[in-house]
């Protein structure tokens, strides 16, 4: 097989050979330049007989014995056409107009793998995908602590008067390593090595983690669906360790996956954090997005190292508020980020972030679905076979990763089922353990977003965290509240407290004995009718929010 290329200069084929293994096959020269994957240093034959004639020849290393296999004529138009063809065909070779070459004996892996490369660019171009990854890895290096280690040491040995400064140059670079460790200051750069072109695609990458539950998930899902609704033409790829990806693939919203390092239990913090790292830095740069999307509690090491290196236009950090305590945020943190979006939350009086470094931009709260898209009550109490007059209450306590909800939905069940007219609607979390009851006058869902059926409810028991406070709120349903005393940074009382002052809900302690009197007491509200607060129209700011990363708003 015979592959027509363009000459390369053999400087410019140096660094992409130097990264590639050495051939299982033997190796294929072209006029003395080795054939791309080969390992070795190429190097260029003297030029060859008179202009507009060449001959081509298997050098050693492709045969045992040198012999001729070819000689044609060209002239100028053609050896310039055909130049230009290679050279899109390869953006790694150089056009050299006059050279024109053969590879013959060309190993047929090396044959498939161009071929194959050119089909997947669809119009001839072959990609550097395996350069790409290569440089990406050995920039990765470059950036580590120990190669920076061992590379001032190394330095240190062959130049006397680095050598006699080592004392003092040594401990300062351990300092600055172990302050980057720390996210006190910013990591070293990576410059950025992809060569894939966009074709012109607007896109944003988004990438919720999971947590514990829902809420980082739901927060960049609702954005997502509010930026498709306002500019159709924008393509929406998440990267998530969120394992419901069947949500994102019904909208036909695109998805990566990799499981969150709580399923690794064989790999540690920091390799987990590689693997991140190479997962996001392919979807970076094969996507080119023009806006980066994060929503979870503390930015990964590796998230933030793939960020320097494909280094997209535009970052976000979707930071929700109400944390026990006031959070400071890393340097390196803040610098890898052009602004934070603060969803809005009962008391506007917590904050995430109160930064110079960083803008800063609260919007209304989020939630998944506005009150319009819910199904009415009638037909949501046919389709979870609800009798139409019976008092319905939908009890949901989170996924149980964090403390034990089975004992404590039990004890809910005694106090609402004691109520003969009482039917209740359990919602199973679909990451989360799975609640064995079959009691009459009980039905048990394990969908998503449950927020769909909320209509068909009188009232509610809930945990407090974000999503279910915040649907609850909007349709002014009386509601139970069990926060969560084992979160560590969401300060679930203090949110669910507002529903107290504004008359819609009430909260009691999770580890009580029995919730009859609290049972009771929300049965009572619901029967008192609406809450002490006028019901206002409820902002969602998803829309805000998406307007604002999309650069759709016109303050942006």
Request: proline share 7%; with cysteine; aromatic share 6%.
């Amino acid at each position: 097989m015979r592959i027509l290329a363009a000459l390369t200069n053999a400087d410019s084929m140096e660094p992409p050979c130097a990264l590639a293994p050495p051939p299982r096959e033997r190796l294929v020269t072209c006029r003395g330049v080795l054939a791309p994957g080969s390992g070795l240093r190429p190097k260029v034959a003297p030029p060859q007989t008179a202009e507009g004639r060449d001959e081509w020849h298997a050098l050693p290393g492709a045969a045992a014995t040198p012999r001729p296999v070819q000689s044609l004529d060209f002239s100028r138009d053609q050896r310039n056409d055909l130049s230009s063809r290679s050279a899109r065909a390869d953006p790694l070779l150089v056009r050299r107009p006059r050279r024109v070459v053969v590879l013959e004996a060309c190993p047929a892996k090396f044959a498939r793998m161009m071929n194959q490369e050119s089909a997947d660019q669809g119009q001839g171009r072959a990609s550097s995908r395996g350069v790409d990854f290569l440089r990406n890895e050995v920039a990765r290096l470059r950036a580590s602590a120990s190669f920076r280690l061992g590379s001032h040491l190394v330095g240190a040995l062959t130049s006397p008067k680095r050598l006699l400064a080592l004392p003092f140059t040594l401990p300062a670079l351990m300092w600055r390593l172990w302050r980057e460790s720390r996210g006190r200051s910013p990591r070293a750069a990576v410059g950025s090595t992809s060569r894939i072109d966009p074709g012109g695609k607007r896109t944003i990458v988004m990438f919720p983690t999971n947590g514990v539950g829902f809420g980082h998930f739901t927060r960049l899902y609702a954005i997502a669906r509010r930026i498709r609704a306002h500019a159709p033409d924008i393509d929406i790829v998440f990267v998530t360790t969120m394992p419901t990806l069947h949500v994102l693939y019904r909208e036909k919203f695109p998805a990566y996956h990799l499981s969150g390092p709580r399923v690794f239990s064989m790999l540690s913090g920091g390799q987990w954090d590689g693997m991140l790292e190479e997962v996001l830095s392919l979807v970076l740069e094969r996507h080119r997005p023009e806006a980066f999307v994060f929503d979870g509690a503390h930015p990964y090491a590796g998230m933030l190292r793939s960020l320097r290196s494909a280094r997209p236009p535009r970052t976000y950090w979707v930071k929700r508020g109400m944390a026990r305590t006031a959070e400071e945020l890393s340097v390196q943190a803040q610098e890898s980020f052009d602004a934070i979006v603060v969803p809005g939350d009962a008391d506007d009086t917590h904050s995430p972030v109160d930064s110079e470094r960083v803008e800063v931009k609260k919007v209304a709260p989020i939630v998944l679905l506005d009150p319009e898209e819910m199904l009415d009550r009638a037909a949501a109490r046919a389709r979870l076979s609800l009798p139409a007059t019976a008092r319905c209450a939908y009890v949901q306590l989170g996924a149980g990763q964090i403390n034990d909800i089975q004992s404590t939905i039990h004890r809910v069940l005694e106090a609402l089922l004691a109520h003969d007219d009482v039917y209740v609607v359990l919602g199973e979390s679909l990451i989360g353990q799975k609640i064995g009851v079959e009691r009459d006058r009980v039905r048990v869902i394990s969908e998503y977003p449950n927020s769909l059926y909320f209509r068909a409810f009188d009232v509610a028991v809930q945990a407090g965290g974000y999503n279910s406070f915040h649907e609850m709120r909007a349709l002014r349903t009386p509601t139970l509240f069990l926060p969560n005393a084992k979160t560590a940074k969401d300060d679930q009382r203090a949110r669910c407290k507002v529903a107290e002052v504004e008359g819609w809900g009430l909260v009691a302690d999770e580890e009580a004995p029995d919730f009859r009197d609290a049972v009771n007491g929300l049965l009572r509200l619901a029967a008192a009718g609406s809450s002490r607060v006028p019901r206002q129209a409820v902002v969602n700011g998803a829309d805000e929010a998406a307007k604002w990363i999309a650069g759709l708003h016109a303050a942006r």
